[in-house]
């Protein structure tokens, strides 16, 4: 029978901490996020069409010094969103996990989560100078978030495991019941 080998206090207190500013930095992440993509959808028509230009432009002389075709300020406009979502979706679970919820068993809750920040950002658009929302953003806006989500669990499948062990190996613990 293997025996586990608990923690000191001390470093129960600097575990806590590590924890606390881990909490502090992804629900600072995931909000500075969401804000930006409302942000963005409160810009009017016009200022948004020249943002979208400016990127457009960048992408596309760095798509001819690979001697690739040039892409539409649609495409460039719909990356941005399938993009934005995408690292919501990220860290959307990051901020379900360091809150200590199984990010598998909240499933629909993180869905919902991004549910919420699309149905709002199209929203939003009804307020804004010459945009309109659109039912296909929000289907692009949820791709992007689905792909998000997949994206850090199969790192975290991949890694997870991988990273656990060599922290009990550098440590020479065990966690209880492992």
């Known amino acids: 029978m293997k025996e586990a080998v608990y923690v000191s206090t ?19 992440a995931f909000l500075a996020c969401v804000l930006f993509i409302w942000h963005n959808s409160m810009e009017d028509a016009e200022a948004s069409a020249e943002r979208s230009g400016k990127v ?3 992408v596309n002389e760095i798509m001819e010094s690979m001697g690739q075709e040039s892409v539409t300020e649609h495409f460039v406009r719909k990356l941005a969103h399938f993009s934005e979502y995408g690292l919501e ?27 919420v ?21 929000i289907c692009i806006d949820m791709a992007g978030f689905i792909c998000g989500m997949l994206f850090i669990w199969v790192l975290h499948l991949l ?15 065990r966690r209880p019941g492992y």
Not at 101 to 108: E, K, L, P, T, V
Not at 117 to 135: H, M, N, Y
Request: net charge positive; glycine share 14%; hydrophobic share 40%.
């Open 56 to 58: 457009t432009e960048i």
């Open 10 to 28: 001390g470093e129960d207190k600097e575990g806590n901490v590590r924890r606390v500013v881990w909490r502090m930095i992804v629900t600072a």
């Open 117 to 137: 920040t699309a149905v709002t950002d199209e929203s939003i658009q009804f307020f804004s100078a010459g945009r309109s929302p659109g039912a296909g953003d």
């Open 89 to 115: 979706g990220v860290l959307t679970v990051l901020l379900f996990s360091a809150y200590g919820f199984h990010a598998g068993r909240w499933f629909w809750k993180i869905l919902l989560t991004g549910l």
């Open 159 to 173: 890694f997870g495991k991988a990273c656990e062990t060599w922290g009990q190996k550098k440590n020479g613990r």
